[in-house]
């Protein structure tokens, strides 16, 4: 059970090039999500989802666009990359039955640098 | 956004002392759950509280929920080297159902 798979593992950019983050999960679950994580700042909600073809605004969603065209895939495109999105980058899933109480399952992330 | 404080930020203690690690809200969580990262990889879940006064033990861990449930603690007793890591504190508030917002995180060491 390959539980949230992200790749690639390490990126760079150059200022103004797009790329897209891509993340996938086996366990049917509803509920996807990115978050980026930086020192100090913590980990801050990008965008998520509550199913395929349902996506909505995180805390720090500028810069960034997410679709969900299958319940397995959520992918992250940052459209003209800035060094403010010099990050990790994380994607979650968790199933939607129990709401917050369910356990937030984390793909290993995603470290990418934007010169 | 709602807030979520947790301290200490940084924790350096030797094997074999205790610790207790804090999160606050000026608001009461509706739930709040306890993760802890390893370098390189993402947090993984260890305990959810949801009940004001709620106390869950995991092995050597003590998760604590306030009666207030507006903040929350972790106690480690008898730390060893291999708890060593990033603890993350993340709570939800009533209105939301998607959103958790993170604490910044509390990175321990514990030296041999």
């Known amino acids: 059970n390959a539980g949230v798979t992200q790749t690639p593992k390490f990126q760079v950019l150059k200022t103004g090039q797009s790329m897209t983050l891509q993340c996938a999960q086996d366990?049917?679950?509803?509920?996807m999500s990115w978050y980026r994580q930086d020192p100090g700042m913590g980990l801050r909600l990008i965008h998520y989802?509550?199913?395929?073809?349902?996506?909505d605004q995180g805390e720090v969603p500028n810069g960034y666009n997410v679709s969900r065209s299958t319940t397995e895939d959520f992918p992250l495109r940052l459209l003209s990359a800035a060094p403010s999105q010099t990050s990790v980058y994380f994607c979650?899933?968790?199933?939607?039955?129990?709401?917050?109480?369910?356990?937030?399952?984390f793909g290993s992330g995603t470290q990418l640098s934007v010169l | 956004t709602q807030l979520l404080e947790q301290s200490p930020q940084f924790l350096s203690i030797q094997e074999g002392e205790n610790l207790t690690v804090y999160c606050n809200s000026s608001s009461v969580f509706s739930s709040l759950q306890w993760y802890r990262q390893e370098p390189g990889e993402g947090p993984v879940l260890l305990v959810t509280v949801v009940t004001g006064g709620e106390v869950k033990k995991l092995k050597r861990l003590t998760f604590q929920f306030g009666d207030a449930r507006k903040d929350s603690s972790l106690h480690i007793t008898a730390a060893q080297p291999g708890d060593t890591g990033l603890y993350l504190c993340a709570g939800a508030w009533g209105g939301s159902n998607y959103k958790l917002t993170f604490g910044k995180g509390t990175l321990l060491t514990v030296n041999p």
């Open positions: 989802s509550v199913g395929a073809g349902i996506t």
């Open positions: 979650a899933s968790r199933a939607s039955g129990g709401g917050l109480n369910e356990k937030l399952f």
């Open positions: 366990m049917n679950h509803e509920y």
